[in-house]
């Protein structure tokens, strides 16, 4: 089955640099790759999604790119605030029915 | 719109003992899910409804976990007899089963603590 893989596990930041978190698959049929941020003792939120025919999205501060031949993604907060502190998640969708199989989230801090 | 409602939100009980969470999806929703946190880790899909049918619950223990959504709306999930490692965030999730969107909607989750 699919396997995801999340780097860094944490991520300390000051305010106002960026922030970096990569993730890697293992199954070359994933065709859908979203990025979730769960507060503490919160629900998983949506905040950005690819898919497999398109190379990078932004929307305002934060954009995904997608490498599919290295099967990798990564997500990039620019000009970081305190707001931004949570644990990221990314996850890929197997190309059958809608599987999610979800990294290990990565805690990001950000340090005002 | 209403969003993906689950209860109860927390449930202490002791292992062996046994314990059923429910979940209610946004209206119109037919795919159901029911993922199972453990702290620190991302979810883990225990089971996938489309409708009233199971899509895949390849990673549901199935000697102590069942899962059911009758009529094709509302879900329940049950663990019997409970162990330790049980305990976790339960959540459940809902889409669309329209090809627009792939997006799942979490609900608020159910905490499980097993003493």
């Known amino acids: 089955g699919e396997n995801v893989e999340q780097h860094p596990s944490t991520l300390s930041v000051q305010e106002g640099d960026s922030a970096v978190i990569k993730c890697t698959y293992s199954?070359?049929?994933?065709?859908?790759f979203p990025w979730y941020k769960q507060e503490l003792g919160k629900r998983p939120q949506l905040i950005i999604d690819?898919?497999?025919?398109?190379g990078e999205k932004k929307d305002q501060r934060i954009a995904v790119t997608l490498n599919k031949t290295a099967k990798h993604f990564s997500l990039h907060i620019t000009e970081t605030q305190p707001e931004d502190s949570a644990v990221y998640f990314c996850?890929?969708?197997?190309?059958?029915?809608?599987?999610?199989?979800f990294g290990g989230g990565t805690r990001v801090l950000v340090k005002p | 719109e209403a969003g993906v409602a689950q209860s109860p939100r927390y449930k202490i009980i002791e292992k062996r003992q046994s314990v059923a969470f429910w979940c209610n999806p946004i209206?119109?929703?037919?795919?159901l899910y029911w993922y199972q946190q453990i702290l620190g880790q991302g979810p883990k899909l225990l089971i996938q409804?489309?409708?009233?049918?199971?899509?895949?619950d390849s990673q549901l223990p199935k000697d102590r976990f069942s899962a059911e959504r009758l009529k094709g709306v509302d879900s329940t999930l049950k663990i019997q007899p409970a162990k330790l490692e049980d305990s976790a965030v339960y959540l459940c999730?809902?889409?669309?089963?329209?090809?627009?969107?792939?997006?799942?909607?979490f609900g608020p989750g159910t905490r499980l603590t097993v003493t």
């Open positions: 999730a809902s889409s669309s089963s329209s090809g627009a969107s792939y997006e799942q909607y």
């Open positions: 199954d070359s049929a994933s065709n859908y």
């Open positions: 690819i898919r497999s025919n398109v």
């Open positions: 996850a890929a969708r197997g190309a059958a029915g809608n599987k999610l199989t």
């Open positions: 209206s119109g929703h037919a795919t």
């Open positions: 409804f489309q409708n009233n049918g199971v899509v895949d």
